[in-house]
Nanobody, 126 residues
Framework: QVQLVESGGGLVQPGGSLRLSCATSGVTFTRYAVAWLRQAPGKAREFVAVVSQRAGSSPLGDSVKGRFTISRDNAKKSLILQMNSLKPEDAAVYYC???????????????????WGQGTQITISS
């Protein structure tokens, strides 16, 4: 059974930092690109960042470039999102997702993802 479990969400002040983790099981982790997507209330799900199978490519969404960093630990089968300089508009439910595609240009679309976690809430408030 495939499981993706996010952790690290919570309440943070504007300008603060958070580190999200995604633990995976039931998949051959190195065969999947892994990503973070987010969804704010009343908005469509948005691509945040992805790291390819061999970590050779890690594109970020335009709204988070320069502030967020994505990384993967293949030994631990986990995905990390380091979020700095958080803004109120970063508030959302953040989802971890895994894709078997090797075509990096497709990874910006949520339709590319085979497996999803349940999400973790990020709230930005002073």
């Amino acid at each position: 059974q495939v499981q993706l479990v996010e952790s690290g969400g919570g309440l943070v002040q504007p300008g603060g930092s958070l580190r999200l983790s995604c633990a995976t099981s039931g998949v051959t982790f190195t065969r999947y690109a892994v990503a973070w997507l987010r969804q704010a209330p009343g908005k469509a799900r948005e691509f945040v960042a992805v790291v390819s199978q061999r970590a050779g490519s890690s594109p970020l969404g335009d709204s988070v470039k320069g502030r967020f960093t994505i990384s993967r630990d293949n030994a631990k089968k986990s995905l990390i999102l380091q979020m700095n300089s958080l803004k109120p508009e970063d508030a959302a439910v953040y989802y971890c997702a895994a894709s078997s595609t090797v075509i990096v240009s497709q990874l910006g679309s949520q339709s590319a993802y085979n497996y999803w976690g349940q999400g973790t809430q990020i709230t930005i408030s002073s």
